[in-house]
């Protein structure tokens, strides 16, 4: 069975979030960037889920 390839462009926050995804899923993924480093800004974040309604 052939593995399906996905290109990327693009490793702010949304790139490596669908690659993991893509990857959990089967797929072989590669991300490309323009920029030659990391922005600050998406260095760090975290994904929680919204506070329960009272």
């Known amino acids: 069975m052939t593995t399906s390839r996905v290109l990327i462009s693009g490793a702010g926050v949304a790139g490596p979030a669908l690659a993991m995804g893509l990857r959990r899923r ?29």
Not at 38 to 53: E, I, L, S, V, Y
Request: proline letters at 14%.
């Open 26 to 54: 089967g797929f072989e993924v590669t991300i490309v960037e323009r920029a030659p480093h990391r922005a600050p800004a998406a260095t760090r974040w975290t994904c929680a889920a919204p506070a329960p309604k009272s």
